[in-house]
């Protein structure tokens, strides 16, 4: 091993940044972003918008402010912000400078959570879960755990098969047919076997470096995607659990609450696991681990925030690095 270490990496994907709910009924919401500000809210005909939620004028937090047609009114000078993220209005001034104005992200909602692309240029789509269409899935979103690690080093688990027998303690075969695509996603299918879970199929697919769902098969049929966000205390997670839109309202309901079950009992070892840990790239030598690390290195490219977030220490102590300006 060389002794290198990871330091904080923004990639150029979709990261979750709020909960469909949590901006419905009007509400306003206010993400922590890579240690940044964000504010969420929906304009008048309900589509979501994602800005940069610190106030150019004097730094108030947007998040504090009220929605006012389709922009966002801030709480301390009344200075407005439309979805594109301009200047719309300042009520002491005629003139508006073109430096009035904050940063607005590519928008899109999927699976009760709302996403926003770290870049300008949207090449991919949110991620969706393997083999089935949005529509014939029942699913429930929610706001998970806090890793003390980044999102890549999280998702580096699904190509640590090691760490599945020895922290999970399923048993099965390394799979042999792992399909990379073009854009990102990576497939791959395993029968697994476990003393908790008995015995159950799963396709896998990694979406990016922050996004995995996992389509289950065997005593019960459910669906998951997990994926975790950057902030100023760590890797914020969202967890949806889906199920085919099939049986009364009671077995949904059961098959929905069975997917939260397993995904909580794994994610509770693999949050030990990295607790405490100064992680260290090197330690990654399969040929998995290897190519996953390569593609989320490349993917840095052309983001809309490029700092890690403040505050956060990192192994070798550096200052942080200057982000778009939001
Ligand atoms: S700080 Fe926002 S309008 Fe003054
Ligand atoms: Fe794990």
Partial sequence: MDGSVSTWLAHRTWYAVAL???VDGGRVHGADFFGHRLVVYRDTGGTAVVLGGQCPHMGADLSLGSIVGDDIQCMFHHF???????????????RIPSSARVASFPVRERWGVIWAF?????????PGIRDYDDDSLAYRARRTDLFPVEP???????????HLRYVHALEFEDPDDMVWFDDGRVEYDVDFSSPAFGRFHQRIRVCGTNTVSYVTTGAVDSMGL???????????????????????????????AFQEKLADDLLVDDIRAFTGMRFDESGCDTRAQVRFRGAARSSTENCRVTARPRGMPTAIGDAPTIGAAL
């Fill in 20 to 22: 469909s709910s949590d």
């Fill in 80 to 94: 407005c912000f439309g979805p594109d993220g301009s200047c719309t209005n300042i009520p002491s001034n005629d």
């Fill in 152 to 162: 890549w080093v999280i998702l580096g688990n699904s190509f640590d098969f090691q």
């Fill in 226 to 256: 997990f994926t975790t966000t950057p902030t100023s205390a760590g890797a914020q997670s969202y967890y949806i659990s889906a199920t085919p839109r099939t049986g009364s309202a009671d077995e949904i309901e059961e098959r929905l």
């Fill in 118 to 126: 770290n870049g300008d240029e949207v090449d991919t789509e949110p």
